[in-house]
């Protein structure tokens, strides 16, 4: 029993922080692209979003954008949706 919950009248319930947890998915591991694409263009469109940040152009920033979302939701997503 820890120390303060014996100053308490009634002691708090422990919470089952892993309950949600196990409503996910299994993770198969069965994702066979080398993630060097993803990085490169990551690292592309980070850097094409700090150029555009330097020199104020919003199509370059908007560029950037872009990019790093390609990189990092859409392209994998895509490829886990079609395989």
Do not use: C, N
Not at 14 to 33: I, N, R, Y
Not at 51 to 72: K, N
């Amino acid at each position: 029993m820890h120390l303060l919950d014996r100053l308490e009248l009634v002691a708090h319930r422990l919470k089952d922080t892993f309950a949600s947890v196990a409503a996910l998915p299994e993770q198969t591991g069965d994702f066979q692209v080398s993630p060097t694409f993803f990085i490169v263009l990551f690292g592309v469109g980070f850097a094409i979003g700090t150029i555009g940040h330097i020199f104020r152009s919003r199509t370059l920033v908007g560029t950037g954008v872009a990019l790093v979302m390609l990189a990092t939701v859409l392209l994998p997503l895509a490829l886990a949706i079609t395989r």
